[in-house]
Structure formats: C-alpha cells, structure tokens
C-alpha cells in the first residue's frame, strides 16, 4: 500500500465502495422482492378466510359493501367478468390459491392488476384488488441509482481536483532533465497550487543560483589565468634552480586546479549530453596517458584492447585522473592499469581508505596527509562516469588500493 499512488489508491477506494453499495443495492432488492411475496400471501390469505367465512352466512348488501371496503377490494360486473375470465385463460397468470371447506379463492395477475376469484356452492365472484399501489420499489431504486451516480461524481471531481498533480510531474520532471527554463504553472490557490507555487519559486531561486556559480566561476578562472601566466613567465627567469623548481610546480598545480574547475562546470551541469563514439580501450588508454605528460611513463599496463561506445575525451579524463590519484597517494611511483572482461581497474600500493568511497566521490575532500591535491580527482571521476552510464568501484586487497570503472557493454576485437 505504501507504494501506490494517490491516484491509484483512489481508483481502488471508490471501486471498492462503487462495488459494495452495488451488491447492498441488489441484496436489497432481493430481500424487497422475497418481503413482498410474503406480505402478499398474507393479504390474500386473510382475504381468503375473511371473504369465505363471511359468505356463509348470506350477507346483505350493506354488509357486503362493508367487507369490500375492509378488505380493500372492487366487486365486477358480470359483463366484465366474462371479458376477464378470458383474459385469464389467454395471459393470466395465478399468483395464490387457497381455501377450505367453505370454498376456494384465486388470485390472477393480468398486466400487474390482481383479480381475486372466489367460489363458494355454486357461486362465483370476480373481485379486482383495490390496494392503492406503492411505490417503495421505485424509490429503492431511484435511490440506489442516485447513491451510485453521487458516489462517481464525487470520484469525477476527486480526480479532476488531482489532475494538476500529473501536470506539476511532468514540469519537475522537465526541469530535473536540465530544462532549465521550465516554469510551474498553476490554477487555483488551494494546497496543490501552493505547492506549485513552491517549486516555481525554488527553480526561479535555482537558476539565479546556477546563473550566479557560472558567472563566478568563469570570473574567476579568467582572472586568474592572466597572473599565473604572468607569475609563470618571471619564475623563468629566476637563477636559482631549486626555488624556480618550486613555484614552477606551484604554478602547475594552479592551472591544473583552473583545469578541474572548468571540467567540473561542465560535466556538471544539467544539459551536459556526453558525446559517444566508437573507440578502443587503446585510444582511451593513450588519450589518458598523455594528458598525464612527464608522468606517464610511471604507468604499467596490462590490458586487452577492446570496443567502447564512450566519449573518448571524458573518459581519459577520467582513467588520466585515477593514475594521477594513484601516482599521487600511492606508496611507490608507479601504477598499473589493467582490465578485464568487465571491468578497467587503476591499482596502486597504499593503506586502505579510511571512509568509504562515497566520501572521496565530494568534492574537496581528501585524507588529511594528502596536502597535494584538491580533492577533486575522484569526483570529477564519479561525475563523467555518471554522465557516461558507468560505475566507480572500490575494493582493497593484499596491500593495493583498486579503483575500478565497471563497462560491461564493452566487446573485445
């Protein structure tokens, strides 16, 4: 039940109710129709006794006048009679039968008016069944009909007060696929429209922020590219090989932080669609090591080349920063790169990590005796790998840290 939606659980719920007053409506009627046969039998029953214990004793007109209006009969000509009687024969239906020694009396049914015929010695007697007629039966079914439409209608309305919920999905839906300029539209100031209102104003606030992160960041990239570059060309100039080599490196890592930061906007951002092609893991693997420059040449491999549907430029970005995270972090200077069916894997000799990977996959964190990083390499890894279908694991055996990207659609050749 948990699981289900609103909508769902509605569907369910006047079903349900639709479907119980139904079977109440037909036990009614049921129970209506046994009632009315036996209340019939009664009436005819007593007018059975009361006609043909009071015929015995010869009534006069007066009295018999008396006994019609008790028992809430109509006395018929003998014209009429006739026509009756051959009604009866043609379409007539009896509905009771009764009498004792005195006589008998039958009850026929033609076009839902009762004849009641008694005889008694010789003497036959055609009465009409005078009972006003009662409408109970309608008005149960009247009734009946009115509850059902009163309960779909109240399903109608409950449904169409929902319906802007689908709507207001279909909008975040949008704006969580990188639409950014989807706008939550809404009617009427109930509870639906306020929270329409809510996620408007959180996308307006979103987008000023995004707005506000890229102007910052592009700023700021740009206005620092210019002194680095100028800091980098007077450090060339410098004499003294140890403090040039020093902020040389200093220098570097600016524009590899510039570098990342850039990566990270990119990548990052909602309508970033990846650009897949059809490479080898060798492209990738070369790709990566030389975006690595002078430190490629710490790097084994042991890999078998094979098929990918990837972007190749994200994806040596991504392998090019788990060598450099291992060159960086590990024990010793070099790192291998491997793969197998399954998997691409970066090993390098270290202690394990001490949180779990998710902790790495943030950005700006890092163990507190890596003061050489940023803290952006994994994270930038876990955001293409993301983008690209992939998934970075983590596992630690026999002294090696492994990092590995999981591209089961790849293919050998």
């Known amino acids: 039940m948990r699981n289900l939606s609103v909508t769902t659980f509605i569907h369910i719920l006047f079903s349900v109710a639709i479907a119980i007053l139904i079977a109440t409506f037909l036990l009614f009627l049921s129970w209506n129709e046994d009632r009315h046969k036996i209340d019939e039998f009664k009436h005819y029953q007593l007018i059975s006794m009361t006609f043909l214990s009071n015929l015995q004793f010869n009534p006069d007109k007066e009295a018999l006048e008396k006994l019609y209006k008790d028992l809430r009969v109509q006395p018929i000509s003998l014209l009429e009679t006739k026509k009756i009687k051959q009604e009866i024969e043609k379409s007539g239906k009896t509905i009771f039968s009764g009498g004792s020694s005195l006589g008998r009396v ?8 009762h004849y009641i015929y008694g005889q008694r010695m010789g003497h036959n007697l ?74 408007d104003d959180a996308i307006l606030h979103i987008n000023e922020l995004s707005a506000s992160k890229n102007l910052f960041m592009r700023n700021l990239m740009h206005e620092l590219k210019t002194p680095i570059t100028k800091g980098r060309i007077v450090v060339e100039m410098l004499e003294d090989e140890s403090t040039k080599k020093i902020l040389v490196r200093a220098f570097e890592r600016m524009n590899e932080l510039i570098s990342e930061l850039a990566e990270i906007e990119r990548v990052t951002t909602q309508s970033f669609e990846p650009s897949f092609e059809y490479v080898t893991l060798e492209e990738v693997v070369q790709k990566s090591q030389d975006l690595l420059m002078a430190e490629s040449g710490c790097v084994k491999l042991e890999y078998s080349n094979r098929a990918l549907t990837t972007d190749l430029k994200l994806m040596a970005l991504a392998i090019k920063n788990l060598l450099d995270n291992g060159l960086k972090y590990g024990q010793r200077e070099c790192v291998l790169l491997r793969s197998n069916s399954q998997t691409i894997e970066v090993v390098s000799e270290g202690q394990a990590l001490k949180h779990p990977l998710t902790y790495y996959t943030e950005p700006f964190s890092q163990e507190e005796k890596r003061s050489s990083g940023f803290g952006l390499g994994l994270y930038i890894v876990h955001s293409i790998l993301e983008k690209l279908g992939y998934q970075l694991g983590y596992r630690h055996e026999e002294g090696k840290n492994i990092f590995m990207i999981e591209v089961q659609e790849s293919c050998r050749i």
Request: glycine share 4%; proline share 2%.
């Open 106 to 113: 039958r009850v026929f049914n033609i076009d839902d008016t």
């Open 126 to 199: 055609m009465l009409k069944d005078n009972r006003p007629k009662n409408y109970y039966f309608e008005i149960a079914v009247t009734l009946g009909i009115f509850l059902i439409g009163l309960l779909l209608l109240l399903y109608l309305a409950v449904l169409r007060k929902l319906f802007p919920l689908r709507k207001l999905h279909k909008q975040i839906q949008r704006f969580a696929q990188g639409d950014m300029n989807t706008r939550i539209t809404y009617e009427h100031d109930d509870e639906i429209g306020k929270i329409a209102k809510s996620f």
